[in-house]
């Protein structure tokens, strides 16, 4: 289904400032913690961060299916409960791993927000689900997005307002898998794309007619190529 007029605006208004890519970390600050959202907000930026699931269903901000080198505890996140990861710390960190919902109370709609679901098989529902509970009543700019075209076509059917994207990386390749490309944009309904600053410019995404963020920024060099096909950086500042 088409988007509406008031749909295709919003994600301009969304896009309006740079995303802190996992918050504004680094220089002993970690990635997705509650420091680097602080951070990020002080700055007058955005912010993007990771969300999975746990064994009992919440969601978790945190990047790395393996506990090990952002915590240096071992297993998989997938396999633990919001309980027991609430007992383990960030390395540098000294509170326990936070749900979507908690942090979404520390940003208070104060920074755009861009919330990455990592759910990369076929059942999406779990966790798109728990990100759709945890964004109830929430007051700020915000969108979800995914690698998986399925996240975002799930939250069309069951959250049509909250705007949605499709992360896509072409590999260096981009003529490898563009069929494949064009169909998971097809099925995601998406409002915008999240392009891999290597792939850019990308005749793929100039072609979708529908607003680019770019990931992951780092060099000047990557700042001019996102100020030339893109309508938004998703950064990170070396250390």
């Known amino acids: 289904m088409p988007s509406s007029p008031s749909r295709r605006a919003r994600p301009a208004d969304l896009l309006a400032k740079p995303f802190a890519h996992r918050g504004l970390h680094g220089l002993g600050v970690a ?9 990020a907000i002080q700055a007058g930026h955005g912010i993007e961060l990771d969300v999975q ?16 080198r952002l915590t240096g505890s071992q297993g998989y996140l997938a396999e633990m409960t919001a309980a027991a990861l609430r007992e383990i710390s960030l390395k540098g960190e000294n509170e326990g ?3 979507l919902k908690e ?8 920074a755009p927000l861009l919330i990455e679901v990592k759910s990369p098989g076929r059942r999406v529902a779990a966790l798109s689900g728990a990100v759709r509970r945890a964004l109830v009543g929430y007051e700020g700019p915000v969108a979800v997005m995914s690698f998986n075209p399925s996240v975002a076509r799930w939250f069309a059917a069951h959250a049509p307002d909250i705007l949605r994207g499709l992360v896509v990386t072409e590999e260096g390749r981009p ?4 069929l494949k490309r064009r169909l998971s944009l097809l099925w995601s309904q998406a409002d915008f794309l999240a392009y891999d600053i290597r792939d850019l410019p990308s005749a793929f995404a ?3 007619g529908l ?6 920024v780092r060099t000047e060099a990557q700042r001019t190529t996102a100020t030339a096909h893109a309508d938004q950086i998703i950064y990170e500042v070396p250390a």
Not at 53 to 68: C, K, N, P, R
Request: aromatic share 8%.
């Open 175 to 178: 003529k490898r898998n563009r």
């Open 31 to 39: 990635e997705n913690s509650r420091a680097a959202f602080r951070a």
């Open 53 to 68: 699931a746990t064994v009992d269903g919440e969601a978790i901000v945190f990047h790395d299916y393996d506990l090990s």
């Open 103 to 110: 942090i979404l109370d520390l940003i208070g709609g104060r």
């Open 97 to 99: 791993l936070p749900t």
């Open 211 to 216: 607003p680019v963020a770019t990931w992951t």
């Open 206 to 208: 100039a072609a979708s």
